[in-house]
């Protein structure tokens, strides 16, 4: 809750309804961590009947209003056990992740709270931006879900992200954000998209100059004025479109890499993906794609119309022996899958039903499209509870 004044009468909260602990918090015990005020932060007391279904009446209230699902921020600082009390007495099935930061040697630990939903794997946002900020080869991005890196978590817990509206600011200089320019934030959000490890979130931002900077005085409905609108950009709009047709095939096929900046892979027969980060190499050659024969919209250069099966742009044909050969120019990429074969009409494959994802979405990429087109997945099971309806 907010600082500073211990009674909130629209609720109505009171001193009763709040810990009395306000020292400040020893990351080395558990009790003070989800028991004490955070930053000042009246801390309010989870463990009551009564605070636990006021906070699942405000829930429930906004599932109503047609919320695909929330956000717990500072959920390390709440028992599991309170969390999933409130989480059991939700109407419906919202998608839920939770932000639990690892801390080296504490005792509340991300690995505490996945049996109530999926949790927040803050490692991935620094793999990611490290590699694309070109500090080194992007090729090890491709151990990312292996035993290679200790302290993860497993792929069907883990909600992924490039950046968020903390670290985006708090620690630029590793993270990769649109200040690094040259198409690197696009780049990495195509790899997310692509790469089949955990729940991918598309955050939409605001250009700023000050860490407490707020976002611009227009309206976002034009992406303009300080808007940078990231969804609606189309290499990671069309993105969306290329997680949800390939998310049955769940895992890499055919990888290839240069051994330096270069990556290529494909998911089961369902789609392909190449992404070349080097600075002034191009890449040009003849993969095996494992893809079916046909030409395929190239989503990151082209709009596929999934009524009609026209794309706008760009497009690569597969041979019989799923081979195709294409090229990609610097700090770009190349993508297609199964439900964007040109000529095709595949009204269920999109994200709007005509061209693209959808752009109307919400700054999630679990949010489903407002055409209504289905129910969107984006990773390889759907999970009761995980996934949004």
């Not at 709040?18 to 801390?43: M, V």
């Not at 491709?142 to 792929?155: E, F, P, Q, R, V």
């Not at 095939?249 to 190449?274: C, E, H, K």
């Not at 979405?361 to 289905?374: A, E």
């Amino acid at each position: 809750m907010a600082a500073l004044n211990r009674s909130f009468p629209e609720v109505p909260y009171g001193t009763n309804d709040l810990h009395s602990c306000t020292t400040q918090i020893n990351y080395s015990d558990a009790w003070s961590i989800q028991n004490c005020d955070l930053s000042g932060l009246n801390d309010l007391k989870t463990e009551s009947d009564y605070v636990r279904q006021k906070l699942a009446d405000y829930l429930n209230d906004l599932t109503s209003l047609g919320v695909a699902g929330f956000r717990f921020d500072a959920a390390k600082h709440m028992p599991p056990a309170d969390i999933s009390n409130i989480v059991g007495r939700l109407t419906g099935h919202p998608y839920i992740y939770q932000e639990v930061i690892r801390g080296t040697g504490e005792p509340v630990q991300p690995e505490q709270y996945t049996y109530i939903a999926d949790v927040m794997e803050f490692n991935y946002s620094k793999t990611v931006s490290y590699y694309f900020k070109g500090r080194g080869a992007l090729k090890s991005l491709a151990n990312i879900g292996t035993t290679y890196w200790t302290g993860w978590l497993a792929s069907a817990d883990a909600q992924v992200f490039v950046e968020n509206h903390d670290n985006q600011r708090q620690d630029t200089g590793n993270i990769i954000t649109y200040k690094d320019g040259a198409n690197l934030n696009t780049l990495a959000h195509v790899f997310m998209l692509g790469w089949p490890y955990g729940y991918p979130e598309v955050m939409s931002s605001y250009d700023w100059s000050s860490s407490d900077q707020g976002p611009p005085t227009t309206g976002a409905s034009s992406c303009s004025n300080g808007w940078l609108c990231e969804h609606r950009t189309r290499a990671i709009a069309n993105m969306v479109a290329f997680a949800n047709n390939t998310n049955a095939q769940f895992r890499v096929t055919n990888y290839w890499d240069n051994g330096n900046n270069q990556m290529a892979w494909g998911r089961g027969g369902l789609g392909f993906i190449a992404i070349n980060r080097e600075d002034s190499a191009g890449l040009s050659r003849t993969f095996a794609t494992g893809m079916a024969a046909g030409t395929y919209c190239d989503i990151i250069h082209a709009d596929f119309n999934y009524k009609t099966g026209a794309c706008s742009g760009t497009s690569v044909t597969v041979d019989a022996s799923g081979n195709a050969t294409f090229s990609v120019g610097t700090h770009d990429a190349v993508a297609f899958h199964a439900g964007a074969v040109v000529g095709v009409p595949c009204p269920n494959c999109g994200g709007d039903g005509a061209g693209g994802a959808s752009s109307s979405s919400s700054v999630s990429s679990q949010s489903s499209s407002s055409s209504g087109t289905g129910t969107w997945y984006f990773r390889g099971t759907s999970t009761p509870g995980h996934q949004p309806q």
